[in-house]
């Protein structure tokens, strides 16, 4: 009997000891180092792609430390640690003896100052260049010591290699060649001038590094975005200049031999414009310019034929207009490796982002019967202005990344299986046939890197499951050799102790809109959840407005991922949704949110209530909402607009008026609204200060106090109109003096999120 007793305590006691270790606080989900471990960042592909360098740290902490290891399997090595070269240099700090105060450069901000930045690696594998302190180094791998080639007082950045000796980079704005092997510095642009808010970017070299394609972008009419910082003993102000520019694309060659540029003139362009990206095609001669004007809605593809030469010629590839905006994904494109004369190019023309194979017609050079010695060359009459146009991929689903093999395949990521994961396949553009990359287990597929060394190259990807953080695998791309190329995972980067816990697991839905379109969405229930009884909900809602979360992936918010399971063990339901304007579900899902923010996107929200309260017994009378960015501009939308519908709401970094937004963030804003000049209605009733009038329901505000993307301007507004209003009693406002729109430090994400719980369990519940 008292055998059977002991037994029965023990297994009591394990129980009760597993139940603790899960019961996380808020200060342990949001601890540094975090409980999931850190992830690998930096991650680079040797040219020959035979190795992988990333930065990680074993224990988690700032700052990262280098590692290297091989494509074919093996445990990764340390190679290099930031604390292994010199500390960075800062100006001397004078004595303060009133220093009882705040410590501005604590151990917290010293960690991650001594960083290292930018890893590339030489044309040969054999060397890596990288920055520290502003500095470049150059590590020889068979050496393992690094040799630093910089110690300036202006930063070098950008920096790669041109060749295995040359390296360029820039500085104060201009591009730089510095030969290591006699320590020659070429200066090849001249155009930057910072005092008159002329900047040289997109520095494009060709792949034998003898031509550069660069854009000057004259921002004077730009407007400095005031960010004040108040932590110092005098309060400063600062901050990026924001706005449109005006742009011009220029090439020169690399060893500095001219003294003028020559200027590729592009047609003029209509409205606001911006070059997006620039590609060499593989004659090394010839460069392809991606250009959107329009005010955002027309994308131009551009080739121009023999750049510099008197046979030049700028032929349009593409021209496509969409009435609403162009997608990001079109910027998509790449040369064929080894037909100059023929690109790739992302498309959503039929609907969805598909690639399309552009090949240009070859000139016939004209009759020159008399042998008399004219301009053009001989042997290249250029091409002429019919662009033959192919469309090799198509379907209810999109291409996010794509690469040419040397060999003419194309390897693809794609939503073709579903658009809760991503997988990899092998495109034959001369017959159309599409093979998929074996893959050995199901999740989520990111940041893709392939080496364009041989027919079969090696792949670098992320992959994870949404209890599951990203690691990074390799795959060899031979689709068809005999046998499996089964992904090798090359990092093991997260702790035993996080892989052990049972997290709430999600359940994939999609929700009826009132208009027939079905909305994606994660739905966590509580243990033991039974749909006839009532529950209070939580509302998540993810950030950037054009993202995706619904995905059977380690979380875009891994933090809130962690807060929702919390939420889950104290009784509530929790919804995750993918709302109109999210990243994922082809172009009119992507667009249904142009010209009305909080229209949509609102009514999804709605109808996505509606829906829990039907079918997954939540108590309509107890549902909160809470996100950051365009989260916390939904949440504040929410709680305004359809008070009966939320009863309290937390706004992280929110919107609140738009127009603030189009001067942080032009581009953006101008895709979705138009200009607020030119469409003040539309940025009027986008606005949740619009609606402030409304507020009867608890509202949590918090927001950075050097937030430059979306300005605490935002947010100081918002209280000041709520306070004239008499809301008094309806809100409540936290800001972080040293937190941007990211938060770094553990204690401002542990403060902000029980300030969140606490708001919950009191108005929830």
């Known amino acids: 009997m008292i055998r059977k007793f002991s037994l029965l305590l023990l297994v009591v006691g394990a129980f009760c000891i597993t139940a603790i270790s899960q019961g996380l606080t808020v200060r342990e989900i949001m601890a540094e180092p975090s409980i999931a471990g850190m992830r690998v960042e930096g991650e680079k592909l040797s040219p020959d792609g035979r190795k992988v360098v990333f930065l990680w740290n074993a224990e988690g902490k700032m700052p990262r430390d280098l590692y290297l290891v091989m494509t074919g399997g093996g445990s990764p090595v340390k190679i290099l640690s930031p604390n292994d070269l010199p500390a960075p240099t800062r100006p001397p700090e004078r004595e303060n003896k009133l220093n009882y105060g705040l410590e501005l450069r604590d151990d917290f901000a010293k960690a991650r100052e001594n960083q290292f930045g930018g890893f590339e690696w030489s044309p040969d594998s054999s060397k890596l260049l990288f920055s520290h302190g502003g500095d470049l180094y150059v590590l020889k791998l068979d050496e393992r010591t690094p040799k630093r080639y910089t110690r300036t007082q202006s930063p070098e950045i950008g920096a790669r290699f041109l060749d295995n000796d040359r390296i360029l980079f820039s500085q104060s704005g201009n591009a730089f060649v510095l030969n290591t092997v006699d320590s020659i510095l070429v200066q090849l642009t001249k155009e930057a001038n910072q005092q008159n808010f002329i900047s040289v970017g997109n520095i494009t070299p060709n792949k034998a590094g003898t031509l550069i394609a660069y854009v000057v972008s004259d921002s004077s009419k730009q407007r400095q975005l005031v960010v004040p910082n108040f932590l110092p003993e005098f309060v400063t102000g600062g901050g990026p200049r924001r706005g449109w520019s005006d742009q011009k694309v220029f090439a020169a060659p690399a060893d500095g031999s001219r003294e003028t540029p020559f200027e590729i003139k592009l047609p003029r362009s209509e409205g606001v414009s911006s070059i997006r990206r620039m590609v060499w095609a593989s004659d090394g001669q010839s460069l392809i310019i991606d250009r959107v004007d329009k005010d955002t809605k027309r994308r131009q593809l551009f080739y121009v034929h023999n750049v510099g030469s008197k046979a030049e010629q700028l032929i349009l590839v593409t021209e496509e207009t969409d009435e609403k905006w162009q997608a990001s994904l079109s910027a998509i494109f790449e040369p064929s490796p080894n037909k100059p004369n023929e690109l790739f190019f992302g498309s959503e023309r039929d609907g969805y982002n598909h690639l399309y194979l552009a090949r240009l017609e070859p000139q016939k050079p004209e009759p020159n019967p008399t042998g008399e010695r004219r301009q053009e060359n001989p042997t290249d009459a250029g091409y002429s202005t019919n662009v033959a146009i192919s469309q090799l991929t198509k379907g209810n689903w999109q291409v996010e990344w794509a690469k040419w093999t040397a060999d003419g395949q194309i390897v693809l990521m794609s939503t073709e299986e579903g658009y809760k994961e991503r997988e990899f396949y092998a495109l034959f553009p001369a017959t159309g046939q599409k093979v998929k990359l074996y893959s050995n287990e199901k999740g ?116 809130e991922f962690m807060f929702n399971d919390l939420l889950t063990r104290k009784g509530y339901v929790v919804l995750d949704i993918d709302y109109r304007g999210s990243a994922g579900y082809g172009r009119d899902w992507r667009t249904d949110v142009y010209d009305f923010l909080g229209g949509k996107d609102f009514d999804d929200h709605i109808d996505s209530i509606d829906f829990m309260v039907k079918n997954y017994g939540v108590d309509q009378k107890h549902i909160g909402v809470y996100g950051g960015s365009y989260g916390g501009f939904m949440a504040g939308m929410l709680v305004t607009r359809a008070p009966e519908r939320i009863a309290a709401a937390a706004a992280l970094r929110p919107v609140f008026d738009w127009k603030n937004y189009y001067a942080s963030s032009p581009q953006y804003t101008a895709q979705r609204l138009g200009f607020p000049d030119k469409n003040p209605e539309a940025y009027k009733r986008s606005s949740p200060i619009t609606y402030a009038d409304k507020l009867e329901r608890p509202l949590l505000i918090l927001h950075g106090m050097v937030d430059d993307n979306v300005h605490v301007q935002d947010s100081v507004q918002m209280i000041e109109k709520l306070i004239r209003l008499g809301k008094t009693q309806y809100f409540e406002t936290m800001l972080y003096p040293s937190e941007n729109h990211g938060f770094v430090r553990p204690e401002s994400w542990a403060d902000e999120y029980e300030r969140i719980l606490a708001l919950f369990e009191k108005h929830l519940k």
């Open 444 to 559: 989520m597929k990111a940041s893709p890197q392939m080496d364009d060394a041989g027919s079969q190259p090696t792949l670098l990807f992320e992959q994870s499951n949404w209890n599951i953080p990203g690691e990074l695998y390799t795959q060899k791309v031979c689709p068809q050799c005999r046998g499996l190329n089964v992904p090798i995972k090359l990092t093991n980067s997260v702790p035993e102790s996080f892989k052990a816990r049972k997290w709430t697991e999600p359940k994939f839905v999609e929700i009826a809109s009132r208009d027939g379109k079905n909305i994606p969405a994660k739905i966590y229930l509580p243990s033991g959840h039974d749909a006839k009884k009532k529950y209070p909900m939580v509302i998540f809602v993810h950030g950037a407005g054009y993202l995706q979360n619904v995905i059977n992936g380690w979380n875009n918010y891994s933090r």
